[in-house]
């Protein structure tokens, strides 16, 4: 492998509903960074139905150029045609970082694209740097249950390719009417070409914002007891308007799902405001809600370890605190 033959930082851009992936707009910002340090063109890669006109965000958010694959095939995401829509960019433009957003979809595509390069792929990192003389990315991640960081290189084959969390890299100030290329692609593909069909698209019917979306999070642990404890996060966050989160602990005893799971092994948040209610503030925990701007903890335990990492701690019993907060955020708010 001739690694002079790679060139170039590429993101993923995640599309949906015409809109592109706040996630995406992230790792344009981290992409645009690392092509500086290494003097080379930051690129995406957009595909989908309809979305040309999408790459003049990309634009305005950093890339100098946007390889599109625009076609009705890509109109609902399916591995088989976003992977070779991606592999056939791959091998014919070799970029020498790719990195993806670690999205459901992002996270399908990434693992799917690896399976046919021969390369690695680092999942789930939180911090992007690269070697300015090698290109060489430092890609870091959460390791051993949190509790160091470990770099994970690619050292002998290209692309050097990883997903990154959403909401830890900052996207750049959007700059309307920064303009870039737009490189129209197409591969020969059709419908009968394709095992998988969509047969119809179910949207959630949950009317609760999405905790990595949310500026407020009412998150509640394993203290509230139970599934009936725990409705009282429930009507805490109908009254802020805010997301339910939870912990780990709380989504395998099967009082929520998971996508509501906050942490390590779930989502990574930065809210304004997160409320942590009956958590004890395990590391792996607190490396998913550490970055939110204001800290607000409840247990009963003085000692917990949630406490060390809050901007307000209240020591008492949730069941009785959050009945009371309610009454007084709804008096407050009207
Ligand atoms: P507990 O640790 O049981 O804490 C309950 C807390 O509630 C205690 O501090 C207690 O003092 C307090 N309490 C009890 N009664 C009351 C009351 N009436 N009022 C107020 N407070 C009360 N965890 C995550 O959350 N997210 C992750 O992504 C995650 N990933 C993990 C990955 C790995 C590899 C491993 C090993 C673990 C992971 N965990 C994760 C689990 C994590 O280590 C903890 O076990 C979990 O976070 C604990 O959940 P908890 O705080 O709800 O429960």
């Known amino acids: 492998m001739n690694f002079e033959d790679y060139r170039g930082v590429w993101v993923f851009i995640e599309e949906k509903d015409g809109i592109i992936a706040e ?28 979305v040309t006109g999408l790459a ?12 599109v694959y625009d076609d009705p095939i890509y109109r609902f995401y399916r591995t088989e045609t976003y992977m070779r829509a991606m592999l056939a960019c791959v091998e014919k433009y ?23 390069l021969p390369t690695g792929l680092t999942a789930d990192t939180t911090q992007l740097d690269v070697e300015e003389d090698t290109g060489l990315l430092l890609a870091s991640r959460p ?50 070409d394709i095992r998988t069909k ?34 009282l996060i429930h009507q805490l966050a109908e009254t802020l308007g805010a997301a ?14 998971h996508h ?20 004890s503030g395990a590391i792996q925990h607190i490396v998913g809600m550490q970055n939110s701007g204001l800290i607000i903890a409840i247990n009963k335990d003085p000692a917990a370890p949630i406490f060390q990492s809050c901007h307000y701690g209240i020591v008492g019993d949730a069941l009785e605190i959050v009945p009371m907060l309610i009454e007084g955020f709804k008096a407050a708010l009207g």
Not at 27 to 49: E, H, N, P
Not at 56 to 67: K, L, N, R
Not at 210 to 230: M, W
């Open 244 to 257: 339910v989160g939870a912990s780990r602990d709380v989504v395998e005893a099967g009082w929520i799902g």
């Open 260 to 279: 509501h799971q906050v942490g390590q092994t779930g989502v990574t948040v930065t809210p304004k405001i997160y409320f942590a209610v009956g958590i």
């Open 23 to 50: 996630v995406a707009l992230e790792l344009l910002g981290a992409g645009r960074r690392l092509a500086d340090k290494r003097k080379t063109q930051l690129s995406g890669v957009l595909i989908g139905d309809q």
């Open 94 to 116: 070799k970029p020498e970082i790719l990195l993806y957003g670690a999205t459901s979809t992002g996270k399908d595509l990434a693992s799917a694209v690896a399976t046919d």
């Open 56 to 67: 003049q965000t990309a634009f305005e958010y950093g890339a100098d150029c946007v390889y």
């Open 143 to 192: 390791a051993f249950g949190g509790n160091i960081m470990a770099t994970i290189l690619c050292k002998k084959y290209r692309p050097q390719m990883a997903t990154v969390r959403p909401k830890v890299m900052k996207a750049l100030q959007r700059v309307p009417g920064r303009i870039g290329e737009i490189v129209e692609e197409s591969i020969p593909i059709t419908e009968e």
């Open 198 to 231: 969509v047969l119809e698209i179910v949207r959630a019917t949950t009317q609760r914002a999405r905790i990595d979306e949310a500026d407020i999070i009412v998150s509640g642990g394993k203290g509230l007891g139970g599934p009936a404890g725990f409705q």
